[in-house]
C-alpha cells in the first residue's frame, strides 16, 4: 500500500531531550516535506526537500533539523526541545514537488513539558 | 506566512444545502490545491486547479480559481454529515504554503 508513515506517533519529552521523528515514504517520491500545525494558524512548512541530499528551509525552521540521506526517509530532529515545539506534526511526499498532490503521513503529537 | 488565506474560518449548514469556502492568495501561482482533514488526522488531497483553468469539478466538488483577484472557491454540493472537516487551500513553487483552514461542520 502506498503510504507516508511516521514514528512515533504520540511522544511526551522534556525540554531539551533531543528527539527524531521518523518519516518513511514507499512511492519513491523525490520531495518531501514537513509541517507544524497549530491553532488557529493552519499548516506551516518547516523544511522541505527536492532530492536527496537537497533541504530548504520553510516557513518556519527554527529549532529543528532535517536530513534526506536515502530518498524513502526524512527524519525531523529536534536538538533541544522547547515547551513552544508542542505541536501536531506532519510529514508529506509527492512525485516531484509543489505542483503536485501532496501525500500526508498520520501525524505526529508532540508534547514538550 | 501563510499564503492562502481561507474564509470564513467556520461554516455550519445542514445537510443536503450547499457549502462554499474562498481562499486568497498573495503571489503568482502555478497551481492551487485543495486539501480536507478530518479531525487531528492527515491532509488528504481534494483537487488541483492550474493557474490557466478556470473551474474544475470532481463528483460533488467545484473549484474556481480567478488568477486575476488571486482567489479561490471550494463548493461542495448536497453536503453530508461526512463531509464535516477542515478544509485548507495550498499554494507553491518549491516550498508549499497553506491556509489557516475552514471548519465545515454539517448538522444531519
Known amino acids: 500500500e502506498a503510504q507516508v508513515t511516521q514514528n512515533p506517533r504520540y511522544l511526551i519529552t522534556v525540554t531539551g531531550k533531543k528527539l527524531t521523528v521518523t518519516c518513511s515514504q514507499n512511492?519513491?517520491?523525490?520531495?518531501m516535506s514537513w509541517y507544524r500545525q497549530d491553532p488557529g494558524l493552519g499548516l506551516r512548512q518547516i523544511y522541505y526537500?527536492?532530492?536527496?541530499?537537497?533541504?530548504d528551509k520553510g516557513d518556519v525552521p527554527e529549532g529543528y533539523k532535517v536530513s534526506r540521506k536515502e530518498k524513502r526517509n526524512f527524519p525531523l530532529i529536534l536538538e533541544s526541545p522547547s515547551p513552544n515545539q508542542t505541536s501536531l506534526y506532519f510529514c508529506?511526499?509527492?512525485?516531484?514537488?509543489?505542483?503536485?498532490?501532496?501525500?500526508f503521513g498520520p501525524g505526529t503529537r508532540l508534547l514538550v513539558l | 506566512s501563510q499564503q492562502g488565506e481561507e474564509d470564513p474560518q467556520a461554516l455550519s449548514i445542514q445537510e443536503g444545502e450547499n457549502a462554499t469556502m474562498n481562499c486568497s492568495y498573495k503571489t503568482s501561482i502555478n497551481n492551487l490545491q485543495w486539501y480536507r482533514q478530518n479531525s487531528g488526522r492527515g491532509l488528504v488531497h481534494l483537487i488541483l486547479i492550474r493557474s490557466n483553468e478556470r473551474e474544475k469539478h470532481s463528483g460533488r466538488l467545484r473549484v474556481t480559481l480567478d488568477t486575476s483577484k488571486k482567489s479561490s472557491s471550494l463548493l461542495i454540493t448536497a453536503s453530508r454529515a461526512a463531509d464535516t472537516a477542515s478544509y485548507f487551500c495550498a499554494t507553491g513553487i518549491n516550498d508549499m504554503r497553506f491556509g489557516a483552514g475552514t471548519r465545515l461542520t454539517v448538522k444531519p
Open positions: 526537500s527536492m532530492n536527496v541530499e537537497v533541504t
Open positions: 512511492m519513491n517520491h523525490e520531495y
Open positions: 508529506a511526499s509527492s512525485p516531484s514537488g509543489p505542483r503536485e498532490t501532496q501525500y
